[in-house]
């Protein structure tokens, strides 16, 4: 049998010849609800209201597939009319419909949108529109009309997500029962009356005075300051030439996490984010390609590697998911060796995380040492071989034993479980505190710690260790 979709408008006047037609022809007519104003256009007809489902539903998902399912069921019997407030495309049960009955015809009201939109007096030409109840989809946007806002809740939970996207502080137009109101993001949830009729339209400000941005506009201000007039420093920078500041920002942004300092964190993750987005806007520029591809590719990566959540791999425990992901990522590289994957390292690594990233890999074909004790005499082979080369003043083999020595200790370190690059630099942390506190032992006690020999300067560092230890 057929159905048929008719979007009532928002207002008791917006129904359309066409819907009247249908209506004035149909058998069984449903309304999604009798409790708007567009309803009133039906007032001539019999007409089944589903409000009752609402009640028997534990959220807006449920309801949707329940108004739905009692379309199309009886749909079965009987040709049926299902009539919606606001247009068919904003309604997700009308959706559902579409999607399970090829035999439906659509009929379009007034939207939501477009009744907000006009009323707010947007100037945006493109306007993203949403129901209240499915806000947390709503993408960053210029302009965005929120409809569907029946109460208090509701209205906190948009208050919310339009402050994250636009400033809480950001003027809006919220609209009952086709009256609009200037107020500010944060006012939303304070206004003294709810209903279906409800929505706030919202736009942004002027570029230079908005109070939230997004990646794009990033990449707006990085093309603005890049262009002839702009900034002279970005407009002669090249990928080449800004490569530095990727590794000091990535460097600060550690040094912040290290820290648990959330405020720098938050500035030093937008440092690094801004150091990527000028190398992709370059790449852009040159027709390489663009942000979206960026994003694409990553987001591929990440569904691609994670086999045991998006396909049949399975991974238990923190060790399997990374099996799984090394094992994907091999075949994504098209890497068929494992000496392959040990040139993939990157030769940019600080030499101590490079030799870990190596170790690891190469142990993965079956080359490695069965325990931290069997590494371990290795390190006191190499440990010979540079004193060796020490007391016969081999300069070349000194340098060549001192690397195989620190890569031996490496090994040991790796094989025990032990994050090198961290742990060295705890131990380098440590020796920085512990030499600060022996020079402010011995500066109180008088002396210049240049002045004092070895065993001197043993005994105020034990010194120091033991100070530190007791605070």
Not at 22 to 51: C, H, P
Not at 71 to 88: S, T, W
Not at 228 to 253: F, H, M
Not at 261 to 277: F, N, R, T
């Amino acid at each position: 049998m057929k159905i048929t979709l008719i979007g009532l408008g928002t207002d008791d006047n917006d129904l359309t010849l066409k819907g009247k037609i249908a209506l004035d022809n149909a058998t069984k007519i449903f309304a999604r609800t009798a409790l708007t104003k567009s309803f009133k256009s039906l007032q001539n007809y019999q007409v089944e209201s589903l409000d009752y489902l609402f009640e028997r539903s534990r959220n807006f998902d449920t309801l949707n597939k329940k108004l739905a399912k009692t379309v199309l069921d009886c749909a079965k019997e009987q040709n049926v009319v299902y009539c919606v407030d606001g247009a068919v495309c904003e309604d997700i049960a009308c959706k559902i419909i579409l999607s399970r009955s090829k035999n439906v015809e659509v009929i379009e009201g007034v939207s939501k949108l477009a009744n907000a939109s006009s009323l707010a007096k947007l100037k945006s030409v493109q306007v993203s529109g949403i129901s209240a109840y499915d806000i947390n989809n709503l993408k960053p946007c210029h302009a965005a009309v929120v409809y569907d806002i029946d109460g208090a809740y509701i209205a906190s939970q948009v208050k919310v997500a339009l402050s994250d996207l636009f400033g809480e502080e950001s003027p809006c137009t919220f609209i009952c029962e086709n009256k609009p109101k200037k107020i500010k993001i944060y006012e939303i949830d304070r206004q003294k009356k709810y209903n279906y009729s409800c929505s706030v339209a919202v736009e942004s400000n002027k570029f230079l005075t908005k109070e939230r941005y997004d990646y794009r506009d990033l990449e707006e201000i990085i093309r603005l300051l890049s262009a002839p007039g702009g900034c002279p420093w970005d407009r002669v920078q090249t990928k080449e030439s800004i490569r530095k500041n990727i590794i000091e920002e990535a460097y600060e942004l550690v040094d912040a996490i290290n820290k648990n300092d959330a405020e720098m964190i938050k500035e030093e993750s937008g440092d690094l984010l801004l150091q990527a987005a000028f190398i992709t806007v370059m790449q852009e520029e040159i027709g390489e390609f663009g942000s979206m591809d960026v994003t694409s590719d990553v987001v591929k990566k990440l569904i691609f590697r994670h086999s045991h959540i998006f396909g049949k791999d399975k991974a238990t425990n923190s060790d399997d998911a990374l099996n799984v992901w090394e094992k994907n990522k091999t075949v994504e590289k098209h890497q068929s060796t494992f000496g392959e994957t040990l040139l993939a390292v990157p030769t940019t690594f600080p030499a101590c995380m490079r030799a870990q990233k190596v170790q690891k890999r190469a142990a993965k074909s079956g080359m490695d040492f069965l325990s931290p004790v069997s590494a371990a005499e290795k390190l006191n082979e190499e440990l010979q071989e540079l004193i060796t080369a020490v007391v016969n003043e081999d300069k070349m083999g000194i340098e060549e034993e001192s690397g195989d020595l620190l890569f031996a200790a490496i090994n040991v370190c790796r094989l025990a479980g032990v994050d090198c690059e961290q742990a060295l630099t705890q131990s380098i942390d440590k020796f920085t505190n512990r030499f600060i506190k022996c020079e402010e032992l011995i500066l109180a006690d008088g002396k210049n710690m240049t002045d004092l020999n070895e065993l001197e300067l043993d005994y105020y560092y034990v010194k120091a260790k033991n100070a530190l230890k007791t605070n």
